[in-house]
């Protein structure tokens, strides 16, 4: 196997972190191909946590090279601050890490105005990262790029039209444009702190490719974020799904070799927008609960749900998947009933994938089967679950038309079960 992309296949926070980290183990490059800050892995090693929002989750398997994509937004300051936390832990060295010149820069005329929009009525409820308005200049044709950090009069010039261009929204919006002095000063000071890591990431995973090294590609959300896809307008601004892999990464289709999908055993989102199967009652409380279900980025608590067969089916189709990696499976033990959505009713009819708009007005369709109260933590082979934890698994992969490639069964990377490694 050549590369692999794995992706989120709900609304994020399906414990990509963990998955990526585990098959890091076999692979020579992992490279981030979208989002930003705005993305957080919790990462467990030897009971110690550690978060990180820009450096892809594969940075704890010492023997990789890390690559941040051109489809990836960049704020400089959290990525040094990423890198003297892995320097502390003697996990990195400058030749590890390629940041192409070409991804865009968040900087922090992006965060003021991401704030600003989100305190009014109907919004989003954004991480206020500035991921939005960054990819705004990036699609308007007026953004910043790492590569400009190295060419200060071209940094300048193009933050001056940045800026004047913003100016007249952030006042509209009720806030006062960040000065240019400061922000010159700050990020020119990271871009040369940055310097040696900036380069041409494309080709870096190109002669990867040619030397037949493996590659894993890290999606960041998840598929019902995708600004295509996903539930608009409560979206991301990037392309989160398998497609998004090629663009945001600058390698064709053709180099693909699998494509995982990551899928919690329940949902979960953050943020606003329609969930059809949440459960804002005590069982959804529950489920907050004993998954720890509070944001990795932001620590806002995640409203939690039953597992959406529809939208996960929407996810296979649309990130043509090879498998499922389906974790946290151990929080539903104890439950006396396990609820999935197997369809919507929605408009007279039995929808099996969600609608293009309207998500918020269909009644999800349950299917209901037994709990267990088996601890799963010990389990490392599928054949170790409890007969009702594979019935659970089966149904879910019958109803998706996708086998299970993995089950994670707790936190750390031991409790895992591998039924399938994409690159063997
Ligand atoms: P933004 O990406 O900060 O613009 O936020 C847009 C929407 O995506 C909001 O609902 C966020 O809560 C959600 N979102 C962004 N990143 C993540 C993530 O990594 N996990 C879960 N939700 C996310």
């Given at each position: 196997?050549?590369?692999?992309i794995?992706?989120?296949a709900?609304?994020?926070?399906?414990g990509?972190?963990?998955?990526?980290?585990?098959?890091?183990?076999?692979?020579?490059?992992?490279?981030?191909?979208?989002?930003?800050?705005n993305?957080?892995?919790?990462?467990v090693?030897?009971?110690?946590?550690?978060?990180?929002?820009?450096?892809?989750?594969?940075?704890?398997?010492?023997g990789?090279q890390l690559?941040?994509?051109?489809?990836?937004?960049?704020?400089?300051a959290?990525?040094?601050?990423?890198?003297?936390?892995?320097?502390?832990?003697?996990?990195?060295s400058?030749q590890r890490?390629?940041?192409?010149e070409?991804?865009?820069?968040?900087?922090?005329?992006?965060?003021?105005?991401?704030?600003?929009?989100?305190?009014?009525?109907?919004?989003?409820?954004?991480?206020?990262?500035?991921?939005?308005?960054?990819?705004?200049?990036?699609?308007?044709?007026?953004g910043?790029?790492?590569?400009?950090?190295?060419?200060?009069?071209?940094f300048?010039?193009?933050?001056t039209?940045a800026?004047?261009?913003?100016?007249?929204?952030?006042?509209a919006?009720?806030?006062?444009?960040?000065?240019e002095?400061?922000?010159?000063?700050?990020y020119?000071?990271?871009?040369?702190?940055?310097?040696?890591?900036?380069?041409d990431a494309?080709?870096?995973?190109?002669?990867?490719?040619?030397?037949?090294?493996?590659?894993?590609?890290e999606?960041?959300?998840g598929?019902?974020?995708?600004?295509?896809?996903g539930?608009?307008?409560?979206v991301?601004?990037?392309?989160?799904?398998?497609?998004?892999?090629?663009?945001?990464?600058?390698?064709?289709?053709?180099?693909?070799?699998?494509?995982?999908g990551?899928?919690k055993?329940?949902?979960?989102?953050?943020?606003?927008?329609?969930?059809?199967?949440?459960?804002?009652?005590?069982?959804?409380?529950?489920?907050?609960e004993?998954?720890?279900?509070?944001?990795?980025?932001?620590?806002?608590?995640?409203?939690?749900?039953?597992?959406?067969?529809?939208?996960l089916?929407?996810a296979?189709?649309i990130?043509?998947?090879?498998?499922?990696?389906?974790?946290k499976?151990?929080?539903?033990?104890?439950?006396?009933?396990?609820?999935?959505?197997?369809?919507?009713?929605?408009?007279?009819?039995?929808?099996d994938v969600?609608?293009f708009?309207?998500?918020?007005?269909?009644?999800?369709?349950?299917?209901?089967l037994?709990?267990?109260?088996e601890?799963l933590?010990?389990?490392?082979?599928?054949?170790?679950?409890p007969?009702?934890v594979r019935?659970?698994?089966?149904?879910?992969?019958q109803?998706i038309?996708?086998?299970?490639w993995?089950?994670s069964?707790?936190?750390d990377?031991?409790?895992?079960?591998?039924v399938?490694?994409?690159?063997?």
């Open positions: 196997m050549g590369a692999v794995v992706v989120g709900q609304w994020g926070d399906e990509k972190g963990k998955i990526v980290d585990l098959y890091s183990r076999n692979a020579d490059l992992v490279v981030r191909y979208g989002g930003g800050a993305a957080g892995h919790t990462l090693v030897d009971g110690q946590q550690l978060v990180t929002h820009l450096m892809p989750a594969g940075a704890l398997q010492p990789t690559v941040l994509g051109h489809g990836t937004v960049i704020d400089p959290v990525l040094l601050e990423e890198i003297d936390a892995l320097d502390v832990r003697g996990l990195f400058s890490l390629t940041i192409s070409r991804a865009h820069l968040v900087l922090p005329h992006h965060m003021l105005v991401d704030e600003l929009r989100d305190q009014r009525a109907g919004s989003l409820g954004t991480t206020k990262r500035g991921i939005g308005p960054a990819y705004e200049d990036k699609v308007a044709r007026c910043l790029r790492v590569g400009d950090l190295l060419n200060e009069q071209r300048r010039r193009k933050l039209t800026l004047d261009w913003w100016r007249p929204t952030i006042e919006l009720g806030g006062t444009p960040p000065t002095a400061a922000t010159v000063e700050r020119l000071e990271c871009g040369k702190r940055l310097a040696p890591y900036v380069g494309a080709g870096i995973v190109w002669n990867a490719l040619q030397q037949g090294r493996r590659i894993l590609l999606g960041a959300q598929t019902l974020l995708d600004v295509d896809s539930t608009y307008p409560f991301t601004s990037s392309s989160t799904v398998s497609g998004g892999a090629c663009s945001g990464v600058g390698i064709g289709p053709t180099c693909i070799d699998a494509v995982v990551i899928a055993a329940y949902t979960t989102r953050v943020g606003n927008g329609p969930f059809p199967t949440e459960l804002d009652d005590d069982a959804g409380q529950a489920l907050r004993a998954g720890s279900e509070f944001g990795a980025t932001t620590g806002r608590p995640r409203r939690c749900g039953w597992l959406d067969l529809p939208a089916r929407h296979v189709r990130n043509g998947l090879s498998g499922i990696a389906l974790t499976i151990d929080v539903l033990t104890g439950l006396d009933e396990i609820k999935v959505c197997t369809g919507y009713r929605f408009d007279g009819k039995v929808l969600p609608p708009d309207d998500l918020d007005e269909v009644e999800p369709v349950y299917a209901s037994p709990g267990w109260t601890p933590d010990a389990c490392r082979r599928f054949e170790d679950l007969e009702r019935e659970y698994v089966h149904y879910i992969e109803a038309e996708c086998p299970a993995l089950v069964v707790g936190p990377r031991e409790q895992t079960i591998v399938h490694d994409p690159f063997m």
